[in-house]
């Protein structure tokens, strides 16, 4: 017995000094920091690769790692204990040292808290829309209140559609073989070829009145542009997505599939890029090209380090315009830097204001920003929208029907559903001609309908795509 009872205190002593272990351990990780440090390799005798050995020695000296390198911007991502914080900051060759902090879709931030003062409206919930209710080739209210369909069209009278003649022709031919193998050869002898001639005409009847009702819009539809959505993914399957997305990358999972687990960047894509296809929706760019870059997981969040690799991403790719239905409510050095350094390059960017009622997120807080607010059928601002001097545009931003994982719809409300509209009539106007990002902002601007809302609410106004591409 007493044996028994010295191996029970034993095991307890043992338990209880694991307990105590794991605890501290816990602790201890708990107290790093994972942050974003901003370096110099522009003093004379260093070199970029240098510096970030150097700091990389001592970050693990004190315990620390790390992650990763920001190349765009001359950073490094690093886990650390924040006592060593204060003497990087003191350190000349570093210029910042700030949180690698939390981005997330409007409708992420709105659901963390509750709305400023004033009534909180309907949820923002998306709701589902079978495909079957979803008629040919329909175009979302807000698509049509900004006039992109206009645009579509405009070419209509110079170039008249195609009638679907050749297939009625084929048609008219076929049935015209069959009815002579009949008149000049039995029927037990030619049969195969008589009905072989009568498929071959109704072929070409179905064609022709395939063609007749599904025609190509003849006017400016974003040829030629390439737009990076950063995002929740896209549903590359999706029947009216899957021609205008050329792939992207993803940067939650690690991998080169940027597959849509959320629907959120799906319903994004629908409304800048749903194709003409003859089937579902309409887009405001029905023809531009997408890059899907995945920076946010699942639960519509992600890390200021992974939205600046995704920056650097489609910027090598070349995207004329990048779409950012996301952002943070604090500013970021590095952020800011990211921001700055895409400007510099020539690409246009559109972000969310927001959905908490006040005031704007960022990246769409920076003046290199166009930021897009929402507005609501009747042309007033939508009761969630963010506002402030930071509002550029605003767009159609409620109960849009938009496209849905599964290759279904669904209807949308939010900022993030506002972005498209803005990015695809850039991308009118840039398919159009005019090509210079400053040039393509000031043209949105300049013709952007007033609605009388307060400037910190609709910022120039209401998009124009039609005033934009064909003028006033």
Request: net charge negative; with cysteine.
């Amino acid at each position: 017995m007493c044996r028994l009872r010295s191996r029970i205190r034993n095991i307890l002593g043992i338990a209880l000094f694991a307990g105590v272990v794991l605890a501290h351990g816990a602790s201890a990780e708990a107290q790093e920091q994972r942050v974003i440090i901003g370096l110099r390799p522009e003093l004379p005798g260093v070199s970029a690769q240098g510096l970030v050995r150097a700091l990389e020695a001592r970050i693990e000296d004190e315990g620390g790692r790390v992650e990763d390198r920001l190349e765009l911007i001359d950073a490094v991502v690093a886990t650390l204990d924040p006592e060593l914080i204060p003497q990087l900051e003191q350190d000349p060759q570093v210029r910042y040292v700030v949180p690698d902090g939390v981005v997330g879709t409007p409708e992420f931030w709105a659901r963390r808290t509750a709305p400023a003062k004033g009534p909180k409206g309907p949820s923002l919930k998306p709701q589902s829309v079978g495909s079957a209710a979803i008629p040919v080739e329909l175009y979302s209210w807000g698509i049509e209140r900004i006039r992109a369909p206009e645009v579509h069209r405009a070419r209509l009278a110079a170039s008249p559609p195609q009638t679907g003649a050749p297939g009625v022709l084929l048609g008219a031919l076929g049935f015209a073989m069959g009815l002579g193998l009949l008149a000049v050869r039995p029927l037990r002898r030619r049969s195969s070829l008589l009905l072989g001639a009568m498929l071959l005409g109704a072929l070409g009847v179905l064609s022709g009145c395939t063609a007749a009702l599904v025609v190509p819009h003849p006017g400016v539809l974003g040829e030629g542009v390439t737009i990076a959505l950063l995002d929740t993914g896209i549903d590359l399957g999706h029947p009216d997505l899957r021609g205008n997305v050329l792939g992207g990358i993803d940067f939650v999972n690690g991998d080169m599939d940027p597959s849509d687990d959320n629907g959120h960047g799906t319903g994004v894509a629908g409304l800048l890029a749903a194709a003409e296809n003859g089937l579902g929706l309409v887009g405001t760019a029905p023809r531009v090209k997408i890059w899907s870059v995945k920076i946010l997981s699942y639960d519509e969040r992600g890390s200021i380090s992974d939205l600046i690799r995704g920056l650097e991403w489609a910027l090598q790719k070349g995207v004329q315009i990048m779409g950012m239905s996301l952002g943070t409510e604090e500013d970021n050095a590095a952020l800011r830097d990211a921001i700055r350094t895409v400007s510099q390059a020539g690409v246009l960017m559109v972000a969310a204001a927001g959905n908490k009622g006040y005031r704007v997120l960022y990246p769409a807080a920076y003046p290199e920003v166009i930021a897009v607010a929402s507005t609501d059928e009747n042309d007033q601002r939508a009761w969630f929208s963010n506002m402030g001097p930071e509002v550029d545009l605003a767009a159609p931003g409620t109960n849009l029907l938009t496209t849905a994982l599964k290759g279904e719809y669904q209807r949308a409300s939010g900022t993030s559903f506002s972005v498209p509209q803005v990015a695809g009539v850039a991308a009118l106007v840039m398919s159009a001609g005019l090509r210079d990002a400053p040039a393509v902002r000031r043209r949105l601007e300049e013709t952007a309908q007033d609605l009388g809302l307060f400037a910190q609410a609709q910022g120039h106004g209401l998009v124009d795509a039609a005033r934009a591409v064909l003028g006033p």
